[in-house]
Each structure stands twice: as structure tokens, then as C-alpha cells.
Nanobody, 122 residues
């Protein structure tokens, strides 16, 4: 599975960005796609995830109500719409693929994209 993330950039606080992650290869039909982020000097953390079968979504408390994860089945693409961005959202954002179809635990995500930088200025 190959993952190609895009959409990062520089935005002012309160602004919006939309990240995309296109999956290719043997993705399977039941998997979980997730977004994680890593800020300088911090551990990588969970942001949001969506189960491809059933479309259940999950969010970290820090982004709930501001971020929305969605998918385009036909294009094997997952999106992360980020609104009301804050400086503390600044990080490298990674998309990831978990083939087990259920878990959102970071260690269960096997395939990772290259990361896209999101910078929110105050």
C-alpha cells in the first residue's frame, strides 16, 4: 500500500486547510485510514480515523468539532478538513492505513504516508 498525502501549508489562526491522502496498491476492502500528527519535540499523536466499511469516525478530543475526516471510496482517498485552526495544531500530519479494519491504535497502522507540514500562525 502506498499513501500520498497533500494539502498542508501555512495558515493564520482561525483559518482552514484540507488534507488529502490517496491510497494505492493492495488496500483491501476493509481497513481503517487515520491521520496522525507530530509536533517538534513531541510524540506522534492520533488525530482522526475512519473505518472504510461502515464509515465510523473517531477523533482526538483536541480536534473534535473542528476537524472532519471523510472519504471518497471511488478514489481510495481520505480527507481531513481542518477548521478553526490553532497554533497548537502546527505539526507534520501523516496519513496511515491499518489493514485490520477495526482498530485505531497507532501501533496497528502498518502503512504510512510521507507527511505534510501544517503551520498555523498566531
Amino acid at each position: 500500500v502506498q499513501l500520498q498525502a497533500s494539502g498542508g501549508g501555512l495558515v493564520q489562526a482561525g483559518g482552514s486547510l484540507r488534507l488529502s491522502c490517496a491510497a494505492s496498491g493492495r488496500t483491501g476492502t476493509s481497513y481503517v485510514m487515520g491521520w496522525f500528527r507530530q509536533a517538534p519535540g513531541k510524540e506522534r499523536e492520533f488525530v482522526a480515523a475512519i473505518r472504510w466499511r461502515g464509515a465510523d469516525t473517531f477523533y482526538a478530543d483536541s480536534v473534535k468539532g473542528r476537524f472532519t475526516i471523510s472519504r471518497d471510496n471511488a478514489k481510495n482517498t481520505v480527507f481531513l478538513q481542518m477548521n478553526s485552526l490553532k497554533p497548537e495544531d502546527t505539526a507534520v500530519y501523516y496519513c496511515a492505513h491499518n489493514p485490520d479494519g477495526m482498530s485505531i491504535i497507532q501501533s496497528r497502522f502498518i502503512y504510512w504516508g510521507q507527511g505534510t507540514q501544517v503551520t498555523v500562525s498566531s
